[in-house]
């Protein structure tokens, strides 16, 4: 299982990881949020962190 966190000061609203990942949503400021804070390890995850130009994803073992 995976932390998912989404540093909200970093991110600039590029929606890439939500396009990429079912576990990131877009909330009504523009900024991406996980759908859960712990889910399952999925590559999906690890590619949305990856897309983020701005690397405001954290995905940590939880
Ligand atoms: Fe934000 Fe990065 Fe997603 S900028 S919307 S966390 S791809």
Known sequence: ???LAVDAEQCIGS???AGACARFRMTDDG???P???VVDAEEAVR???E???V???TVTDA
């Open 15 to 17: 929606a890439a990881c």
């Open 51 to 53: 897309c983020c130009p």
């Open 31 to 33: 900024r991406a949020e």
């Open 55 to 57: 690397e405001a994803i």
């Open 47 to 49: 590619d949305a962190a």
């Open 1 to 3: 299982r995976w932390r």
């Open 35 to 37: 759908v859960a804070e």
